[in-house]
């Protein structure tokens, strides 16, 4: 789900502060050196001036861990294995270790999390510095529920 906050995120992003280029989302992001989110991240750094991040440092290390994790799941491919233990009759049959248990535990994702959160915000605040405060909300992942905040009354 990480990477997912991050794939809308870019997707808003861009449709702020690259509208023309959004408009043509799907065709301009199905092919290099734009092609898919990572084409979307890319485009979006050039067009204020940042540079790509070190995929291998965190935050952005998470993010990158996160896209390989979606790709798993996406293109699964059939896993495997064989085992053989001893139990009792009367106890219930160990059950086979998942793959992705062997991917992510609970601290692990909650710090990938974290680390989705950390890079969104600095992106966003630096984006927020070149176009200034009234394009784009004052955080990047509470902007939906500032915008959808609201009452209505019946008279």
């Known amino acids: 789900m990480g990477y997912l906050v991050f794939e809308a995120y870019l997707n808003y992003l861009g449709a702020k502060v690259a509208a023309d280029t959004?408009?043509?989302?799907?065709?301009?992001f199905s092919k290099l050196p734009y092609r898919g989110s990572e084409g979307k991240l890319k485009k979006i750094?050039?067009?204020?001036?940042?540079?790509?991040?070190?995929?291998?440092?965190?935050?952005?290390?998470?993010?990158?861990?996160?896209?390989?994790?979606?790709?798993?799941?996406?293109?699964?491919?059939?896993?495997?294995d064989e085992?053989?233990?001893?139990?009792?009759v009367h106890a219930p049959a160990p059950r086979m270790k998942y793959w992705l248990e062997d991917k992510v535990n609970?601290?692990?994702?909650?710090?990938?999390?974290?680390?989705?959160?950390?890079?969104?915000?600095?992106?966003?605040?630096?984006?927020?510095?070149q176009v200034g405060k009234g394009v784009l909300t004052?955080?990047?992942?509470?902007?939906?529920?500032?915008?959808?905040s609201g009452s209505t009354y019946a008279s």
């Open 22 to 28: 959004w408009a043509t989302e799907r065709e301009f």
């Open 45 to 80: 750094l050039e067009l204020h001036g940042m540079s790509y991040p070190d995929k291998n440092v965190r935050p952005f290390a998470s993010v990158v861990f996160l896209a390989s994790l979606r790709d798993e799941i996406v293109h699964a491919k059939l896993h495997r």
């Open 83 to 88: 085992f053989t233990r001893q139990h009792s």
């Open 106 to 129: 609970e601290s692990q994702a909650e710090r990938t999390l974290a680390d989705v959160d950390s890079y969104l915000e600095a992106l966003h605040a630096s984006v927020v510095e």
């Open 138 to 148: 004052p955080f990047a992942l509470k902007g939906s529920t500032m915008l959808a």
